[in-house]
């Protein structure tokens, strides 16, 4: 079974985030980036599949040189080579192009993608790429088993979880539950040495067209000051909940 785990390369959650260019670009100085978490769950789930049934895990991504990094960690997770396309991930479209590019021409029996990435949230990605290449598609999905082209998963969905069957090649935009955090591989010394010998093969983009952009970014309001109430004032602390906050 061949494997391919699209990997973002996102800002790390404890990183301060600016805006330059009246609040039209991101500041990257001083940002620290990391795999896409629902990535990194994928991409164990992956290795799982490696160590247990054979399959060869190839990793993927959009960007620059300086996801590199990003990719050499995978690699040292355990992933058998990578890719990286060579563009900016201008919009999800744009992305899901590049994506099924490489899937159609590297015949990938399973794509792992994580259901968002950490930055922009949009959760387009896994289902784009399968409507442009006709895939079976699967998201928010928290377990999955395969026997030969047979699929049996488990989706989150309202409520409740759902399981499933379908068959490769599919699609999957997983999430924390496909593997749980104290299962996340940490590369050991090993790894990270063997992962500057794996290929990381570069190509360039297909022509796809960018059907969004970044008009402006805004931070969150700042939250307002504290306002400590008697707990013998119920009348004052009501007409703050109802005037002030309005909750009730």
């Known amino acids: 079974m061949k494997i ?3 990997i973002s390369h996102v800002p790390d959650t404890t990183s301060k985030i600016n805006f330059t260019n009246g609040d039209t670009e991101f500041d990257t ?3 620290q980036y990391v795999i896409n978490p629902n990535d990194e769950f994928g991409l164990t789930r992956a290795i799982w599949f490696q160590e247990q049934q054979g399959a060869t895990v190839t990793v ?4 620059g040189p300086e996801t590199e990094p990003t ?3 995978a690699l040292a997770i355990g992933a058998n080579d990578a890719i990286r396309i060579n563009a900016t991930p201008t919009d999800g479209f744009f992305v899901a192009k590049q994506l099924a590019e490489v899937i159609k021409n590297g015949a990938y029996d399973l794509i792992i993608a994580g259901k968002e990435s950490l930055d922009y ?4 990605v896994p289902g784009m790429t399968a409507g442009i290449l006709g895939y079976n598609f699967l998201n928010a ?4 088993a395969v026997n030969e082209t047979n699929v049996k998963a488990v989706r989150e969905i309202d409520g409740g979880k759902e399981t499933v069957a379908t068959s490769l090649p599919l699609i999957i935009g997983g999430q924390k539950g496909i593997v749980e955090e104290k299962d996340l591989r940490i590369p050991n010394m090993r790894g990270i040495m063997t992962a500057r010998t794996k290929p990381l093969n570069v190509i360039e983009a297909v022509d796809a067209a960018t059907n969004t952009k970044a008009v402006k970014f805004e931070k969150p ?3 307002s000051a504290i306002k400590m109430v008697s707990p013998d004032n119920l009348d004052e602390l009501i007409d703050l909940l109802h005037n002030e906050a309005k909750v009730i």
């Open 121 to 124: 949230n949009g959760g387009m």
């Open 60 to 63: 993927v991504n959009v960007g």
């Open 29 to 31: 100085n001083g940002v």
């Open 221 to 223: 309001a700042p939250k």
């Open 141 to 144: 999905c928290i377990d999955i």
């Open 4 to 6: 391919l785990v699209c």
């Open 71 to 73: 990719l050499r960690k």
